[in-house]
């Protein structure tokens, strides 16, 4: 401001004077400098163990804070490829293009980019036209003749076109355009984030149905294979060979397996009915090829985890979030400056319309038709000074918001990995006691057929057995389901190309 002073000092010209002035506070800004959280982020993640996995970005300093540059300026990554299910494919091409959820984020990016759009408007004078009549009356006092006298009557056309402009003193026109772009910028990266959580929950739905389909097969052939000995104990049974109870207990174990698939059926009914909606179709009309879950090996490389802060949208949205409440401190602290606005009028008017457009009938008018061009608040009760605080405290909130996100993000990606790490371990021991437990059931029923046993101990066996299988192919679902969630914790925008698929079981 001294330096404004001094040039208005040596400029004699007022007309002069006052464009310099309005040039040099046009330029001005009370925006505050965004001040970006400190975080001290750890060099690796603790539950990425000894495993190598290549790098998902360029070398980068481990433990260096850097600004969320977020996944809107690149397109989501089809990381559902690298699952190598061409099923999976198709379904998710379909969930972006049908899913509800999808289209409601697109029409909330549209609405906040039309709202950057008519923020920029600002920056613009606005020019309307109008052309009509006008009937006036004035009262004789109005006129100058005194009370009494009577008044006189006139019908005006006018045809004339309107200016207004605000000169952006102290940048609060530029500050409300930063908030509308980082708004929009903020719905960007949050339909980059609805478009990730829906095709997270279509893999997940996916797998979960795979999985079910699994159990349901082999509750089938479990519900057969008993039926069978039921039907052999009966006879044996008839020939005298066995006691009623163990027909009765076979009939137990057939009536159980029966029961548990109804169970199987409900939930994949349910889960079908699920996946159905996600792809934005009725249950009615969604049918699925039956197939059963195949077992993945894939291991997704989590990188750095510097490197989440551009690669996790809702991390992105969060610091939008931060940078237009930034911005928006700057239009409440502008409220206590003066503005300048400028308007014009430029037209003709005239009594008769086939005068209207004589160049003598011209009129002009510089300056608002009410009120003044320079406005300067003095006195408002402490309003303004409530909204500034209220949008720091705001930016304060977005600023602890943002801080979560970056710690929610971290403790997710731990969890994913640690998830992974021991659902390898319990598919390998699974797998194990499957083919002890079948062995088993195996010796158990030819000990029996010898009549060395009593048939309990088949029964046992088999159950064990039943037992063992259905948990392997309940660890399997929720292995691919882990994996998903990796995807979803690592935000999904990571270079297919450096994954790789070691044998997890070698």
């Known amino acids: 401001m001294k330096l404004l002073t001094l040039i208005l000092r ?26 970006r959280p400190e975080m001290t982020l ?50 998710e091409e379909e969930a972006l293009k049908a899913n509800p959820d999808v289209n409601i984020a697109m029409a909330r990016l549209q609405q906040a980019r039309a709202l950057t759009a008519r923020s920029e408007s600002a920056r ?15 009262s004789g006092a109005a006129d100058g003749n005194g009370d009494g006298v009577p008044g006189t009557s006139q019908t005006l056309w006018r045809a004339q076109a309107t200016v207004a402009y605000e000169v952006d003193l102290f940048g609060r026109v530029s500050a409300s355009v930063d908030a ?10 949050l339909a980059h984030q609805m478009l990730l959580l829906v095709q997270v929950d279509v893999a997940r739905t996916y797998f979960s149905l795979r999985q079910l389909e699994g159990e ?31 027909v009765d207990q076979a009939s137990t174990e057939l009536f159980s397996a029966r029961a548990e698939q109804q169970t199987i059926e409900q939930q994949y009914a349910l889960t079908a009915h699920a996946l159905a909606t996600l792809l934005g179709q009725a249950p009615a009309s969604f049918t699925l090829q039956p197939e059963p879950l195949q077992a993945l090996t894939v291991q997704l490389p989590p990188g750095l985890p510097s490197a989440l ?40 008017e005239s009594q008769d319309l086939g005068n209207l457009v004589h160049w003598s009938q011209r009129t002009f008018l510089l300056g608002p038709l009410v009120g003044t061009a320079l406005n300067l608040p003095i006195f408002d009760g402490g309003r303004r000074d409530a909204h500034l605080a209220r949008t720091r405290a705001l930016y304060d909130q977005r600023v602890a918001e943002y801080r979560k996100t970056v710690l929610q993000a971290f403790r997710e ?36 057929s010898e009549g060395d046993v009593d048939y309990l101990l088949v029964v046992d066996a088999q159950r064990t057995l039943l037992r063992h299988r259905q948990s392997l192919i309940q660890a399997e679902g929720e292995r691919a389901r882990a994996t998903v969630d990796m995807v979803r914790a690592l935000g999904g925008g990571w270079n297919i190309a450096n994954l790789k698929k070691p044998d997890i079981h070698g």
């Open 42 to 91: 750890p060099a690796t993640f603790a539950e990425a163990g000894t495993h190598n996995f290549a790098p998902l970005t360029p070398a980068e300093k481990p433990g260096e804070w850097r600004p969320a540059e977020p996944a809107d300026k690149q397109a989501p990554s089809s990381w559902w490829k690298v699952l190598g299910d061409p099923v999976l494919m198709r379904l």
């Open 413 to 448: 990606v731990e969890d994913s990995l640690a998830s992974m790490r021991a659902l390898d371990q319990r598919i390998d021991q699974q797998r194990g006691a499957e083919r002890a437990s079948a062995r088993v059931a195996d010796s158990a029923q030819a000990r029996f």
């Open 124 to 138: 613009v004078p606005s020019v309307n036209a109008g052309f009509g009549p006008t009937r006036q009356r004035t």
């Open 10 to 35: 040596m400029v004699r010209r007022p007309q002069v004077a006052i464009v310099i002035a309005v040039a040099f506070l046009a330029a001005c800004s009370v925006t505050p400098e965004e001040q």
């Open 309 to 348: 802060l551009e690669r996790r949208p809702d991390i992105a949205a969060a610091e939008r979030a931060m940078a237009a409440e930034n911005a928006r401190i700057g239009v409440a602290r502008a409220a206590f400056f003066p503005a300048l606005t400028l308007t014009g009028a430029l037209g003709y």
């Open 180 to 189: 509308a772009r980082a708004d929009a910028a903020q719905q960007q990266a």
């Open 216 to 246: 349901r097969r082999l509750l089938g052939e479990t519900a057969r294979l008993r039926e069978d000995a039921q039907r052999l104990l009966q006879r044996r049974l008839d020939d005298g060979d066995v006691a009623n109870f163990v």
